[in-house]
């Protein structure tokens, strides 16, 4: 049989405010951990975005650097036209009056050279080296009994260097055996 308890009306307000005050701390308790929650999940965004803008702004460093860097590998380039045109003079053989104009020249290109030195421009150092696709651009190659194969026997144009950057691959001519 159904076990059936009468509740007298003093004794059902009495349990409906227990069961409420039970309740109460038991939310204040979810509500805190709802809060706890919140706030942690705050935390993270914020962790989150500071790490996000510190990526940001050392990818726009970098991104300047590097833009800095090609604008004077540019400069360099167009620089480096104007010292073939220095040795092309320079190669010449003066005429009478062509001492002066020489010694006005070699100055230009003394200094021309002292200015790429000052940006850590190098030259590439390619007569009598071993042939390196890398810092060498073969134009021609030309059997040779008195050099070794694959050795550097004429320059073209001169190849240069910037730190341990390529600027410019030196032209060569190249020893068959």
Known sequence: MADKRVVEPETAAATDTSDAEAREPVK???DLQTVTRERDDYYDRLLRKTAEFDNYRRRVDRERREQSDQA???LLRELLLVLDDFDLALATEPGEKAGAY???VELIHAKLHDLLKKYGV??????GAEFDPNIHQA???EPSADHR???V????????MIGDRLLRPAMVKVAKA
């Open 72 to 74: 004077i590998v540019d």
């Open 122 to 127: 190098r030259p590439i150092e390619a007569l």
């Open 149 to 151: 194969d694959g050795e």
């Open 139 to 141: 134009v021609t190659h």
């Open 102 to 104: 020489r010694k006005g």
């Open 28 to 30: 204040s308790g979810e």
């Open 153 to 160: 026997i004429d320059e073209l144009r001169r190849g240069y």
